[in-house]
């Protein structure tokens, strides 16, 4: 059965997450509805990265398998039922064995923090009215590079095999009236992101030294890591794949 890829991008402010869950309003719940109105027949979607409530995307992944034709001329139809908050970016028809988690070899996201009341970024950045020390955050941010067992950033309870990440890419940047936490890495643990962000913050503020931040890292021990950071400061920005299956999603 012919396997295919489908590219969303979604304001996460009003859906309790990324993944199916029952009696909640959910990005893949949305897709689902979408797609069995239109093609009058269920079909079951798996993703590529999960993201909690709140948190937005401008690009994820679903893939799914199906004999129904023409399903990657669908888009303009599924994007007629999905409300504003989801926008289906494209269909692909993609190798039968590629499998759009687990294929994935490097994730990109941004948290955004802005300092001057603006109702314009209300629902997309942190409102944080306190000056932050940009150096400093910087320095913070270099020690997550690399490779480290990610525990003390990661919430509880959660069903991996290895909590060890590699990052290949952290900074923070001044962009207009926000500042922007840039991160790429292979895989990403739940919480993680807004964990080093809250993290990242105290150190800005003067509040933790850069000693402090390596000793939460090395500690392995999630009870001193900061999960304040609120969830509709961050995107997922990209969802990388090997270069033989990259090139059907560019087609």
């Known amino acids: 059965m012919p396997t295919y890829f489908l590219r969303v991008r979604y304001n996460g402010k009003k859906f309790a997450g990324f993944q199916i869950q029952d009696n909640a309003i959910t990005v893949q719940g949305e897709v689902e509805r979408a797609m069995e109105i239109f093609f009058k027949q269920p079909i079951q979607l798996t993703g590529s990265s999960r993201t909690d409530a709140g948190v937005h995307a401008k690009c994820n992944y679903f893939h799914f398998k199906t004999d129904i034709e023409d399903v990657v001329g669908s888009v303009y139809n599924l994007n007629a039922i999905l409300s504003g908050?989801?926008?289906?970016?494209?269909?692909?028809?993609?190798?039968?064995?590629?499998?759009?988690?687990?294929?994935?070899?490097?994730?990109?996201?941004?948290?955004?923090?802005?300092?001057?009341?603006?109702?314009?970024?209300?629902?997309?950045?942190?409102?944080?009215?306190?000056?932050?020390?940009?150096?400093?955050?910087n320095a913070a941010a270099d020690l997550f590079k690399g490779k480290h067992d990610f525990t003390s950033f990661s919430k509880k309870h959660t069903q991996v095999f290895t909590n060890d990440c590699t990052i290949e890419h952290a900074i923070w940047m001044q962009e207009g009236e926000e500042m922007v936490f840039k991160v790429s890495g292979n895989r990403f643990l739940r919480g993680m992101v807004r964990a080093l962000v809250g993290t990242m913050v105290r150190v800005g503020r003067g509040k933790i030294a850069l000693s402090d931040v390596k000793k939460i890292l090395e500690a392995r021990d999630n009870s001193n890591t900061d999960f304040s950071a609120p969830a509709h400061g961050l995107f997922l920005e990209e969802v990388l794949y090997p270069s033989e299956l990259q090139l059907h999603l560019s087609n």
């Not at 289906?88 to 064995?97: A, L, M, N, R």
């Not at 070899?105 to 932050?132: A, C, G, M, Q, T």
């Open 85 to 137: 908050e989801i926008a289906v970016e494209g269909i692909f028809k993609v190798p039968d064995d590629a499998h759009s988690r687990f294929g994935a070899i490097k994730r990109s996201y941004s948290y955004h923090i802005y300092h001057r009341k603006n109702p314009f970024l209300e629902d997309v950045s942190w409102y944080y009215p306190y000056p932050l020390d940009l150096k400093m955050m």
